[in-house]
């Protein structure tokens, strides 16, 4: 055996488990959710319960209200909390990169939310805003507030909870992202723009946002995922509470697969949101040729 396939089969043999793993628990269940959006199936009937529907389950979509308002919701969560999210990001990784007093507690301070247990945090949060929590708290002792918010119950409030702690907890990883950007700028062209006379916020604008457009790139297409796939801070937060109507795609397609057995529905709607974030995806990769620095 030549010396090249001996150290092809050797390559292949470490790399097998891993292989066998990721077919096995990542390409299978997808290839069966694929199949499974076409059909009708409730699990606890087996097998041999799977019924062939076509594309009916896409169509029930379209005139199932709840299902349009889960997705109503999501993007209200996710042009709300990516935008604002990482502009607060930007802004002190810029100023945490100055010298700053106890810069390095404050940027474990803002890096620990996002490594802490999401639903733990969900917890807090349902705490810190129910009806007898610190906020209400707050505005019934400062503010003086007669009739205290219903954070949860009122459907003009019941979605500021969660953009808050959407917001919060992502702030530490954008954070650190723009921090490695924001250091590898070379000094020089600062310099050169102070030898010019350009204010630190001319530089930040004319400098620091254009040579860090590929990171916020980056953070914009990650961060569009993540919210699109929102699901313990949601369930978490809302459960038990009048305003289920604050849910997610996500919460949508677990209460359809989980409480409802309605599997085969539950499967098209998850590809429903693979392809609502492939499109949004594409269009960020069209339109950074417009504003991506490279």
């Not at 990721?22 to 997808?30: D, S």
């Not at 301070?109 to 999401?118: D, G, L, M, R």
């Not at 907890?169 to 000094?187: D, H, K, R, V, W």
């Amino acid at each position: 055996m030549k010396r090249k396939h001996r150290d092809d089969i050797t390559a292949y043999s470490f790399l097998a488990p891993t292989i066998i793993i990721f077919v096995t628990l990542m390409v299978v269940p997808i290839l069966f959710s694929a199949f499974l959006s076409f059909t009708e199936w409730n699990f606890l009937s087996g097998i041999s319960g799977i019924k062939w529907v076509g594309f009916g389950n896409f169509k029930k979509m379209f005139g199932d209200s709840t299902f349009r308002y889960a997705v109503k919701n999501t993007f209200i969560y996710t042009f709300t909390t990516v935008p604002v999210s990482i502009g607060i990001a930007l802004i002190l990784a810029y100023l945490l990169n100055e010298k700053v007093y106890g810069k390095k507690v404050l940027r474990l301070c803002f890096f620990i939310p996002y490594i802490s247990n999401a639903v733990a945090l969900a917890a807090v949060f349902k705490v810190i805003f129910r009806e007898n929590g610190p906020i209400n708290m707050f505005c019934q002792n400062v503010l003086k507030m007669e009739e205290l918010p219903r954070w949860f119950a009122d459907s003009n409030l019941n979605k500021i909870p969660i953009i808050v702690f959407l917001i919060w907890t992502s702030i530490g990883y954008e954070l650190i992202i723009y921090l490695a950007a924001i250091q590898n700028i070379s000094p020089s062209l600062y310099e050169a723009a102070e030898l010019d006379g350009a204010t630190g916020l001319t530089k930040f604008v004319k400098i620091t946002i254009p040579l860090i457009s590929p990171t916020t790139f980056y953070l914009v297409i990650v961060r569009l995922i993540t919210t699109f796939k929102l699901f313990s801070a949601v369930n978490v937060m809302t459960f038990g509470t009048p305003a289920r109507a604050n849910t997610t795609i996500v919460t949508r397609i677990y209460e359809e697969a989980f409480n409802n057995y309605k599997f085969g529905y539950a499967s098209a709607q998850a590809w429903v949101l693979v392809v609502i974030i492939l499109i949004i995806t594409l269009i960020q990769f069209w339109g950074q040729k417009k504003w991506v620095h490279y």
